[in-house]
């Protein structure tokens, strides 16, 4: 008994510890996250320039790349933020049913995770309100749909986590009071997420819990939440790529001549007055007619 206690101590820090610290660093993480997402947004010319979904279809690649590395190293650094020592990685034992049956739960996460970018590529801080009522969707959802019940003690916590969120986001404006900008950018594509992530749970707890709450067939081939994770990640890059690829491809291409700029076919691209990208499909109203 005293070996193993020792041990444990000898890995860092006790996990009460490790888990503040890692809420710490989710915090601070995604704070980060919106700060980068808004100024790659920027960079790339803003929420009409073409880019959104470029940009999060990258976001999940370099998740799929970290999972990659952690599987071929054999070591998932995470723990290091919680001042314990790094744990091991295996590569998971999965068939081929095993990632069909993960295929609904990588594709409403990769669908969560773009309509959250759209989101808060139309207003931050209005994006970030509406994101903060996913656990109201999740709840009407699970109740809905799957059946599942929600305490009463979660019940009332749901109306304090949106104002909450609500209370932060308020904007100091010209005339020295507190406002909302409204963005019906941010309203469609934030409850749009919110309703993927909703389902994306429900699926998750459904993949790797049977109906008595134990642990699935799946979970154990998993070999643990992180390859889960990663797993799903991965699925989502790959569900996020064709979208990419056909909602925003045209704007990869080469520069175009004079003629077709004066046909409105191309825009300004970044960088110069005279360097030009192709229109989206969606602003080339000429093809339609």
């Not at 010319?45 to 998740?63: D, E, H, R």
């Not at 071929?72 to 590569?91: D, F, H, R, S």
């Not at 095993?98 to 994006?127: E, K, M």
Request: aromatic fraction near 10%.
């Amino acid at each position: 008994m005293a070996g193993k206690a020792d041990e444990k101590k000898s890995a860092g820090a006790p996990d009460s510890v490790a888990l503040i610290l890692f809420f710490v660093f989710w915090y601070a993480g995604n704070m980060k996250y919106n700060e980068y997402n808004t100024g790659a947004l920027n960079a790339a010319g803003g929420k009409t320039a073409g880019y959104t979904m470029t940009i999060s279809t990258m976001q999940l690649g370099v998740c799929a790349v970290y999972a990659i590395l952690m599987w071929l190293t054999g070591i998932n650094p995470v723990k290091i933020l919680g001042l314990q020592a790094p744990a091991a990685q295996k590569l998971p034992k999965l068939s081929t049913a095993d990632l069909i049956a993960t295929v609904p739960v990588g594709f409403c996460s990769a669908a969560a995770h773009s309509a959250s970018v759209f989101a808060l590529g139309g207003d931050p801080l209005f994006g970030q309100i509406v994101k903060a009522g996913e656990p109201v969707l999740a709840a009407a959802v699970g109740l809905g749909v799957y059946g599942k019940t929600i305490s009463m003690t979660k019940t009332l916590c749901l109306p304090i986590i949106v104002g909450g969120v609500a209370f932060a986001s308020l904007k100091k404006g010209p005339d020295g009071g507190y406002g909302l900008k409204f963005d019906q950018t941010a309203l469609l594509f934030g409850m749009m997420a919110n309703a993927f992530a909703a389902i994306k749970g429900q699926e998750n707890s459904k993949l790797m819990k049977d109906k008595n709450g134990k642990p699935t067939e799946i979970y154990n081939r998993f070999a643990g939440v992180g390859n889960q994770f990663a797993v799903t990640e991965i699925i989502a890059f790959c569900v996020s790529l064709p979208v990419m690829f056909a909602t925003e491809g045209a704007n990869f291409m080469p520069v175009v001549g004079k003629r077709d700029l004066e046909k409105g076919m191309v825009a300004p691209r970044m960088g110069g007055e005279n360097a030009t990208r192709p229109k989206p499909v969606w602003e080339r109203r000429n093809v339609f007619r």
